[in-house]
Nanobody
Framework: VQLQASGGGLVQAGGSLRLSCAAS????????MDWYRQVSGKEREWVAM???????NYAETVKGRFTVSRDNAANTMYLQMNSLRPEDTAVYFC??????????????WGQGTLVTVSS
């Protein structure tokens, strides 16, 4: 099983980006999926989550600006980021709780995608 995060790039403050996190491999189902971000020298920060039942939740720092969504058929999660700020600059990671067999699941991490917001 692999997670591939993509969609990062350079954007001006106030702009938008859409990140993707695609899972591939021998997957039965995916439960919770999360986005995290990390600035060099700082701890990884949780950003948003998407549960298999459609529940979503956000860190206060991004609430109202970021939207997480999923395409379960494609095993893909998205993060639509609007009204970006310089402080959103970070490497963004995704992780997912993936069932590879009945009642057998593990947490997998993607490799990260860099988002840079210029002022």
């Amino acid at each position: 099983v692999q997670l591939q995060a993509s969609g990062g790039g350079l954007v001006q403050a106030g702009g938008s980006l859409r990140l993707s996190c695609a899972a591939s491999g021998s997957i039965i189902s995916i439960d919770r999926m999360d986005w995290y971000r990390q600035v060099s020298g700082k701890e990884r920060e949780w950003v948003a989550m998407s549960a298999s039942d459609g529940t979503t939740n956000y860190a206060e720092t991004v609430k109202g600006r970021f939207t997480v969504s999923r395409d379960n058929a494609a095993n893909t999660m998205y993060l639509q980021m609007n009204s970006l700020r310089p402080e959103d600059t970070a490497v963004y990671f995704c992780n997912a709780d993936i069932f590879v067999r009945a009642r057998v699941h593990s947490t997998y991490w993607g490799q990260g995608t860099l988002v840079t917001v210029s002022s």
